[in-house]
C-alpha cells in the first residue's frame, strides 16, 4: 500500500526563490547602510594651491594631521618612531614614489622636521599634495 501512495505524488523539482530573494534583499539593505561607515581614512584639510597634478603612483605617503600625528600609509606613528623607521620604509616602498599630505592647520614646524627626516634617509624627491582652488567664473 505504501507504493501506491509513493506512486500517486509527483515529484517537485522546482526551487523556492522567494527566501532567496528576501536574503539577497535583506544584505544588500545591511551592505548598503554599513558601507560608508566602513569607509577610513584620515582627516586631513590639504591646502589649496594652483599647481598641476601629480601622477597617480603607489607610493607611500605620509601624512600629518591637525594634531600633529604622523601617519605612514594609515599606520600611526609618534615622531620618534617615525624619525627610526622612515630611512627603512623609504629604502623598502620608496622607488614607487613619496607623497606627504599636511593638514592646512599644522604647525610649519613640523612639516619641515618631517622633510627634514625624509631627506635625511636619501630621499630626493617628495610630492607635497593639495586640492585645487576653486577657480572663479
Known amino acids: 500500500m505504501a507504493r501506491r501512495q509513493r506512486a500517486r505524488m509527483a515529484l517537485n523539482a522546482d526551487i523556492n526563490v522567494v527566501n532567496l530573494i528576501d ?9 548598503m547602510i554599513t558601507a560608508p561607515m566602513m569607509t577610513g581614512g584620515v582627516d586631513i584639510r590639504l591646502p589649496k594651491a594652483d599647481a598641476r597634478p601629480l601622477e597617480s603612483k603607489s607610493g607611500l605617503t605620509v601624512s600629518i594631521t591637525r594634531a600633529g600625528d604622523i601617519l605612514v600609509d594609515d599606520t600611526h606613528m609618534s615622531f ?8 627603512a ?5 620608496g622607488r614607487q614614489g613619496l607623497y606627504l599630505r599636511a593638514d592646512s592647520g599644522v604647525e ?9 627626516i625624509m631627506r635625511a634617509a636619501g630621499v630626493g624627491d617628495v610630492g607635497l599634495m593639495t586640492e585645487p582652488e576653486a577657480i572663479p567664473k
Not at 620604509?89 to 616602498?93: I, M, N, S
Open 23 to 31: 536574503v539577497m534583499l535583506l544584505l544588500l539593505v545591511v551592505f
Open 80 to 87: 620618534g618612531e617615525f624619525r627610526a623607521a622612515f630611512g
Open 89 to 93: 620604509l623609504a629604502a623598502q616602498r
Open 108 to 116: 610649519y614646524g613640523l612639516v619641515v622636521q618631517v622633510l627634514a
